[in-house]
């Protein structure tokens, strides 16, 4: 854990890194606790801070053995207060409804565009959402409130927020814990390639809607010429359609007179 594992001059702990430095009281003085609500707070829809802060400064408190906090302890309780947190929020969202939600979103920066946006998202790709919203903060704390808007089925969605509650806190603490005394340019150049994958996927994204767009218009081309042509087609068909009767009914007739001209 390099520097933060030991002392620094004065023979105190370590402080933690700068972006880190506003959770040192709390973590000293409530430890697990700490941890827990801020990533309830989070994960029912309330921003405080992002939870990869908690869980980086929780990690790194383990790796000193600082403020009596481990590990696997700090796993625990993340898994366990963002899988309630969320689960919370799924509720409100269910329950509480739509109307009521965006009536207090802007207290929490819940804008009724985002929440349009996100809840197609959900409603087209399903639970997988569920796991990819932990990663992105923003989504992230209204994962729980869209999903129960959506009325997504409570099984799926319990199954989909305790995989994405593992997936991402395994993630966070890992870093924190490995990191040590580098996690500061770490989470820099973490950030700095987020934002790179996501230009990545915003212009994969485009690509794919102008493709369905480009594509819808070559059906719609298609089939409009399919409908001329089928209306060319019924309309060389209509006179044949309309000399077949009188045909028949010649036919007829001449067959009629035959009978005559035979008896005369």
Not at 84 to 95: D, K, S, T
Not at 165 to 186: E, F, K, L, P, R
Request: net charge negative; aromatic share 8%.
């Amino acid at each position: 854990m390099g520097i933060l594992a030991g002392a620094n001059l004065s023979g105190g702990p370590a402080p933690l890194p700068g972006f880190l430095s506003s959770l040192e009281g709390p973590l000293d003085h409530y430890g697990y606790l700490a941890i827990a609500l801020l990533l309830l707070l989070e994960n029912i829809g309330i921003p405080v801070i992002p939870g990869e802060l908690a869980m980086i400064a929780g990690a790194i408190f383990a790796g000193t053995g600082r403020a009596g906090l481990n590990i696997v302890g700090v796993g625990i309780v993340a898994v366990a207060a963002s899988v309630i947190g969320a689960e919370i929020g799924y509720l409100v969202g269910r329950f509480a409804g739509r109307e009521l939600v965006l009536r207090y979103g802007k207290y929490v920066l819940l804008k009724p565009e985002a929440l349009n946006r996100a809840e197609a998202v959900v409603s087209r790709y399903g639970g997988i959402v569920v796991i990819v919203a932990r990663f992105i903060v923003g989504l992230r704390e209204a994962n729980g409130i869209i999903a129960g808007i959506t009325q997504m089925r409570a099984r799926t969605f319990a199954f989909f927020n305790v995989v994405g509650a593992c997936a991402w806190v395994a993630t966070w603490v890992t870093i924190g814990y490995v990191a040590g005394d580098h996690i500061d340019s770490i989470y820099a150049d973490i950030n700095r390639y987020s934002l790179y994958v996501l230009v990545v996927l915003v212009v994969l994204l485009l690509g794919y809607i102008a493709y369905r767009v480009i594509r819808r218009r070559h059906r719609g081309a298609q089939a409009h010429e399919a409908s001329q042509a089928q209306e060319a087609t019924q309309a060389q068909e209509a006179p044949l359609a309309q000399e077949a009767p009188q045909a028949q009914e010649e036919t007829e007739t001449e067959e009629d007179s035959e009978p005559e001209r035979k008896s005369s």
